[in-house]
């Protein structure tokens, strides 16, 4: 009998023919859902802040540090020439999330070519913000607007005033002073918002700083470094007397424009309704206001060759006693012209192609009553 049991149990070799459930091993051969999996470049996370600002003056590098202090993130500094460069430079970011621009007007050449950037932009996805102050075409902003692109625009502020407004709740209390020095230094710390501002502080201790800030940006425009050392100073809070060495490299600057005075007495021309001169060793924007005041116009124009462009940087300033507005002629003018530019009433800039700079000055001349 037991002879016949073991012979029984030998017999469950069906059992170790379970073993072959191979067919279940093959189930794991859903290889097709691994490759889901190839869905990766599609799901590319954008988690990238960038904000791109005017480095030229106070209010770009101002407006800059702000948006890192609200939002984190990094900031890309041009100038007008470089703004289409480095927008198409983003445009190839996969992880970009938010872009803010502040403090950079559009002119009639550049206008067209924005519009077509923030409309690849707003396909990725990219939440595009626009932060300026600049006079712009209804026609752009309406396009601007759907194609969802969050405005924020306002002739009668400067762009970090506008900046500190519209995000003021993610700001510190030293924010405001930022603003300040950026509204005092574009002429508009008398407009609604900025001298509201300003009375918040004892204005002596305002105008130095935004007067020693301002010199450190034209100063070092040679060196975007140091401009970006700037914006995260500035997003960090400080004074900008309390950032190293600002009063020395302001003390140079100040020493340079005093030189200044004597070679525009002696280069600076007129004509009718306008005084002019080229600049050689200096910032043109440094100098177009000794051009406009020791001309007795009431408009100065002051340029200087950019050679690597072929072209010459102008800055354009008007009085009060002004009756025209200078940024929309210049826009016109300079695109005319094959440049482009704009700005404001009584402060706005172009570039405009080397050989066709005399025609600048006298068609402006032409044009102002």
């Known amino acids: ?68 202090q609200a939002f984190g993130g990094d900031a890309i500094l041009v100038d007008y020439p470089g703004q289409m460069e480095a927008l198409n430079q983003v445009l190839t970011d996969e992880k970009l999330k938010s872009l803010y621009i502040c403090d950079l007007g559009l002119s009639k050449k550049t206008q067209d070519e924005f519009i077509d950037i923030m409309t690849t932009l707003r396909k990725n996805k990219v939440a595009v913000t626009y932060i300026d102050h600049h006079d712009i075409d209804p026609v752009v902003l309406k396009s601007l607007k759907k194609l969802k692109v969050k405005i924020i625009h306002n002739i009668n502020e400067c762009t970090a005033v506008l900046v500190y407004d519209a995000f003021k709740s993610k700001l510190d209390d030293h924010a405001s002073f930022i603003a300040t020095c950026a509204a005092i230094t574009d002429y508009m710390e008398d407009r609604p918002i900025g001298s509201k501002l300003l009375q918040i502080y004892d204005r002596q201790f305002a105008l130095i700083n935004a007067t020693v800030m301002t010199y450190n940006i034209v100063g070092h425009q040679k060196e975007p470094d140091y401009l970006l050392y700037l914006v995260e100073e500035l997003a960090d809070s400080k004074f900008p007397h309390d950032i190293p060495n600002t009063y020395e490299f302001a003390q140079i ?38 051009v406009m005041g020791l001309s007795g116009k009431d408009v100065g124009v002051a340029y200087k060759e950019r050679v690597d462009y072929g072209i010459y940087a102008v800055s354009v300033r008007g009085s009060k006693n002004c009756k025209v507005h200078l940024g929309r002629i210049v826009n016109i003018l300079a695109t005319d012209l094959g440049g482009s ?26 044009k102002i009553k």
């Open 253 to 290: 600057q100040v020493e340079k424009l005093s030189r200044m005075i004597a070679k525009v007495k002696k280069g600076m021309k007129t004509m009718k309704n306008l005084g002019y001169m080229e600049i050689l060793d200096a910032g043109a924007s440094g100098a177009v206001n000794f």
């Open 1 to 68: 009998m037991a002879v016949s049991k073991t012979k029984k149990t030998t017999t469950k070799k069906p059992v170790k023919k379970s073993t072959t459930k191979k067919p279940v091993k093959k189930s794991t051969t859903k290889k097709p859902v691994k490759k889901s999996t190839t869905k990766k470049p599609v799901k590319v996370q954008r988690t990238k802040v960038i904000c791109i600002s005017h480095k030229e003056d106070n209010d770009g590098i101002s407006s800059a540090a702000l948006i890192r």
């Open 341 to 366: 530019g704009g700005g404001h009433d009584k402060a706005c800039g172009c570039i405009i192609p080397k050989p066709k700079i005399k025609k600048f000055i006298t068609e402006l001349n032409k």
